[in-house]
């Protein structure tokens, strides 16, 4: 980026991705495998540059969201396997083979469209199925009185034709959450996977891969690692908040002072004039707003890194841009940096600020923030 059009910027560590990846790896047993989520632009880390280096440091799948999302990894020379979680039409069972991309399976309808798509073409679809175990999102319901349907239709999937049942999976929902209740939770979700993949397998059906560690599995739970892991925040650093594995947080969201200003008392500031001046203010106009990423319900609850110290962001949270007070940062001057969040400010102090939690953060920072990779 030319210094000249310093504005906004988040510096991304590939060092840091690379260090993460090798220290969740060193958690693992002896033979699972790896899958590194970079679905939503890899959590605003950009998917493309964190995906090659996933495959050059040996991992073994990723997971994006959806098909876009998959051509844009295999249109940018990444060869490795890739899982879609979400939905693709069965009119692109063709891109799907022909890519070498892995499809989500979460219901018997889907299934048969697929199979029926395949076989119209003479070719096979590799697929992972979706046990719903208590997420009530996608995935084969199976729970309760669904438990013995569920493993039917699970079977049912199995001995269609022109399908690949490489690996089933589910998806946790509070394994990164504390509590008894939690633990129990996660619990029951493991043992629901496990007794339905072993209905499965006593009506024939074969699961090369079994997989539903996420990051607060992998964290909490080692002995649900099973064949696969799908570490998604950790990778980038963020959901170790005990350090249990020493990860880094790679990405540095930092901004620019554009103006200064000083104001007397009883001074309103920003919409709705929601902020008014108690004293003389050295008032710092940063060139960052809700359209690159920064939260409006963040307006008046949090500060940034600046200079020697932290600035308190006063004022509703324009869409462009923001004011902060620095009165009591007289070295910060038009053009000096200002953290975010990073190394110096916490992404914990600002997701709470916005009541939301850091993926919400990482992801969005907007496509008109430069990436700076380091």
């Known amino acids: 980026m030319n210094d000249l059009q310093k ?3 988040a510096e991304i560590s590939l060092d840091g991705i690379r260090h993460n990846y090798e220290a969740i790896r060193r958690h693992l047993p002896q033979g699972c495998r790896f899958l590194g989520v970079v679905k939503a632009d890899a959590y605003g880390h950009g998917a493309l540059p964190v995906a090659k280096l996933l495959q050059e440091a040996g991992a073994d799948y990723l997971a994006v969201s ?22 693709t039409p069965r009119e692109y069972t063709e891109t799907l083979i022909d890519r070498g991309i892995t499809q989500t399976v979460s219901a018997l309808a889907k299934a048969r469209e697929y199979s029926a798509a395949a076989a119209a073409l003479g070719k096979t679809l590799r697929v992972h199925l979706k046990l719903d175990t208590g997420m009530s999102r996608l995935g084969f319901l199976c729970a309760g009185s669904y438990f013995d349907t569920g493993v039917e239709n699970v079977a049912q999937t199995c001995a269609l034709p022109n399908l690949e049942i490489e690996g089933v999976y589910t998806h946790f929902a509070v394994s990164d959450e504390p509590g008894a209740d939690n633990e129990a939770y ?3 979700q493991f043992r629901l996977f496990c007794d339905v993949i072993a209905a499965a397998e006593a009506r024939g059906c074969r699961f090369p ?10 964290l909490n739970y080692p002995e649900m690692m099973l064949d696969m892991v799908r570490p998604g925040l950790l990778l980038y650093g963020y959901g170790d908040r005990e350090g249990k594995l020493g990860l880094r947080p790679c990405m540095r969201l930092v901004t620019t002072v554009s103006t200064i200003k000083y104001y007397e008392p009883g001074t309103c500031v920003s919409y709705g004039r929601r902020f008014v001046t108690a004293r003389r203010t050295r008032m710092g106009v940063l060139a960052i707003g809700y359209a690159d990423g920064l939260p409006r319900l963040c307006s008046g609850r949090c500060s940034f890194a600046a200079g020697g110290g932290f600035a308190p962001q006063v004022g509703s949270i324009c869409m462009d ?13 038009v053009g000096s940096e200002v953290e975010l969040f990073g190394g110096r400010s916490s992404i914990y102090a600002l997701s709470d600020a916005a009541q939301t939690i850091p993926y919400e953060l990482l992801c969005a920072v907007s496509k008109r923030v430069p990436r700076v990779y380091l």
């Open 209 to 218: 891969i079994r997989h539903c560690a996420n990051s607060g599995a992998v």
């Open 321 to 333: 841009m923001c004011m902060a007070d620095l009165t009591d940062l007289p070295e910060v001057q």
């Open 66 to 87: 959806c098909l876009d999302e998959a051509l844009e990894l295999r249109d940018g020379g990444v060869s490795m396997p890739i899982l879609i979680l979400g939905h």
């Open 7 to 9: 504005r906004t910027w």
């Open 186 to 188: 996660t619990r029951a």
